[in-house]
T-cell receptor, first 115, second 113 residues
Framework: DAMVIQNPRYQVTQFGKPVTLSCSQT?????MYWYQQKSSQAPKLLFH???????NEADTPDNFQSRRPNTSFCFLDIRSPGLGDAAMYLC??????????????FGPGTRLTVL | ELKVEQNPLFLSMQEGKNYTIYCNYS?????LYWYRQDPGKSLESLFV?????AVKQEGRLMASLDTKARLSTLHITAAVHDLSATYFC?????????????FGKGTKLTVNP
């Protein structure tokens, strides 16, 4: 089945130790999104890629970076995690407006704990 | 800037009762989504509402969209315990060739036996 996969599902890191979260998709979608969802809050968009074009949200901290080496994979890098970065990180994909459907498909999420 | 307001934020219901969750948004949009989220899980898509007057139903849940009033509702009929979850509405804000979803704060629904 075509799907959005996130690895790992649970990640524990130490304060200040860089961490990378992974998202892959078999949907061949053009757009890949990263959301941060803190406990009892709504998901908040960090950034997204439309093909190779990177679109950062204005209020996303510099501590968060992303890479998309090919259509299928997208990574979220947190350079120096702080306690406030503990959250669920959700990856989503969509075809993009030019290809009709804009509906986003969400992966299962990675729960990040910062010690 | 698009703002999305949901109410209530917390809802405790008895099984068998009916209730409505409201989602208001501040600027024009032609697309609204409802998601369900169970604790520790990702978002599950419930409904995509594409036009004014759209109504969709799935089981005990029915969603509607009034784009003129900038209002969507999620109506729960004869609630059962399995519906306990957090429900989010999200409004599509176009950004170039892709979209940005702006989420409401969510409604945490608890259905009591």
């Amino acid at each position: 089945d075509a799907m959005v996969i996130q690895n790992p599902r649970y990640q524990v890191t130490q304060f200040g130790k860089p961490v990378t979260l992974s998202c892959s998709q078999t949907l061949n979608h053009n757009v890949m999104y990263w959301y941060q969802q803190k406990s009892s809050q709504a998901p908040k968009l960090l950034f997204h890629y439309y093909d190779k074009d990177f679109n950062n949200e204005a209020d996303t901290p510099d501590n968060f970076q992303s890479r998309r080496p090919n259509t299928s994979f997208c990574f979220l890098d947190i350079r120096s995690p702080g306690l406030g970065d503990a959250a669920m990180y959700l990856c989503a994909t969509s075809r993009g407006l030019a290809r009709g459907s804009r509906e986003q498909f969400f992966g299962p999420g990675t729960r990040l704990t910062v010690l | 800037e698009l703002k999305v307001e949901q109410n209530p934020l917390f809802l405790s219901m008895q099984e068998g009762k009916n209730y409505t969750i409201y989602c208001n948004y501040s600027t024009t949009s032609d697309r609204l989504y409802w998601y369900r989220q169970d604790p520790g899980k990702s978002l599950e898509s419930l409904f995509v509402l594409l036009s004014n007057g759209a109504v969709k139903q799935e089981g005990r849940l029915m969603a509607s969209l009034d784009t003129k009033a900038r209002l969507s509702t999620l109506h729960i009929t004869a609630a059962v315990h399995d519906l306990s979850a957090t429900y989010f509405c999200a409004v599509d804000m176009r950004r170039g060739g892709s979209e940005k979803l702006v989420f409401g704060k969510g409604t945490k629904l608890t259905v009591n036996p």
